[in-house]
T-cell receptor, first 113, second 115 residues
Framework: RKEVEQDPGPFNVPEGATVAFNCTYS??????FFWYRQDCRKEPKLLMSVYSSGNEDGRFTAQLNRASQYISLLIRDSKLSDSATYLC??????????????FGSGTQLTVLP | GAVVSQHPSWVICKSGTSVKIECRSL??????MFWYRQFPKQSLMLMATSNEGSKATYEQGVEKDKFLINHASLTLSTLTVTSAHPEDSSFYICSARDGEVSPLHFGNGTRLTVT
C-alpha cells in the first residue's frame, strides 16, 4: 500500500460545480498535512495547510480525519482557473529519515466551460 | 512569504556533459533542501535530501555519483547531473522549508533536455 494515495482522476467538472478530493495516508503518526496545486509544466504551489479543526480559504475547504487517516479538499463554485493537478503532502517528523515528506501522486482536475 | 529561487529554468545539453542546477532560499535559512524529479504526467519523485554542511541523503535507486549535491551554505544547494544522458531529461525541482512543520516552498523548476 502506498504511504499516500490519491485518486488520479481526471475529474472533469462544469464551471460552478463543487468538487471534492480525498487523500489517504498510511502512517498514523503523520503530523502535518498540506494541499498543493501544480499547473502543467510548473512547480507545485502551496494551496493551503490542513488543520485538525478544518480550515477554509475562500472557495476552498480542507479537512483532516485522523481516525480514518485521510484529508480532503473541497472546491466550491469551481472556476476555469482551478484546472490543475492537486497534490496532497503528508509530513512525518523523523529527523533521521529522508522520507519525512511524502507526496500523493496528484489528482487532475479540469473545469469545463 | 518564503521564496525559493532555482536556476536555470531550462537547459539543453549534449549527452555526456554535466549540468549544474542551483537552488537558493532568498529570505530564510534552509538547513535542509529537497531535490525532486518529475517525468511527464507523473508525480514528483524525491531524489535526495540536501543537508547543509553534511552529505546528502539519497533515495533508493538514485545514483549519488551521478547526481552530485552540494549544500554549501544555509541558502544554497546545488544539484549537478554528471555525464547526462537523454534518459536524464526531466523536470528537476528543489524545495525548502523554514521550519520542521512548515510547508515546502518550491523553486520554479529546471527543465533539462539532453540531446
Amino acid at each position: 500500500r502506498k504511504e499516500v494515495e490519491q485518486d488520479p482522476g481526471p475529474f472533469n467538472v462544469p464551471e460552478g460545480a463543487t468538487v471534492a478530493f480525498n487523500c489517504t495516508y498510511s502512517n498514523s503518526a503523520s503530523q502535518s498535512f498540506f494541499w498543493y496545486r501544480q499547473d502543467c509544466r510548473k512547480e507545485p504551489k502551496l494551496l493551503m495547510s490542513v488543520y485538525s479543526s478544518g480550515n477554509e480559504d475562500g472557495r476552498f475547504t480542507a479537512q483532516l480525519n485522523r481516525a480514518s487517516q485521510y484529508i480532503s479538499l473541497l472546491i466550491r463554485d469551481s472556476k476555469l482557473s482551478d484546472s490543475a493537478t492537486y497534490l496532497c503532502v503528508v509530513t512525518l517528523l523523523d529527523s533521521g529519515s529522508a522520507r519525512q515528506l511524502t507526496f500523493g501522486s496528484g489528482t487532475q482536475l479540469t473545469v469545463l466551460p | 512569504g518564503a521564496v525559493v529561487s532555482q536556476h536555470p529554468s531550462w537547459v539543453i545539453c549534449k549527452s555526456g556533459t554535466s549540468v549544474k542546477i542551483e537552488c537558493r532560499s532568498l529570505d530564510f535559512q534552509a538547513t535542509t533542501m529537497f531535490w525532486y524529479r518529475q517525468f511527464p504526467k507523473q508525480s514528483l519523485m524525491l531524489m535526495a535530501t540536501s543537508n547543509e554542511g553534511s552529505k546528502a541523503t539519497y533515495e533508493q535507486g538514485v545514483e549519488k555519483d551521478k547526481f552530485l549535491i552540494n549544500h554549501a551554505s544555509l541558502t544554497l544547494s546545488t544539484l549537478t547531473v554528471t555525464s547526462a544522458h537523454p534518459e536524464d531529461s526531466s523536470f528537476y525541482i528543489c524545495s525548502a522549508r523554514d521550519g520542521e512543520v512548515s510547508p515546502l516552498h518550491f523553486g520554479n523548476g529546471t527543465r533539462l533536455t539532453v540531446t
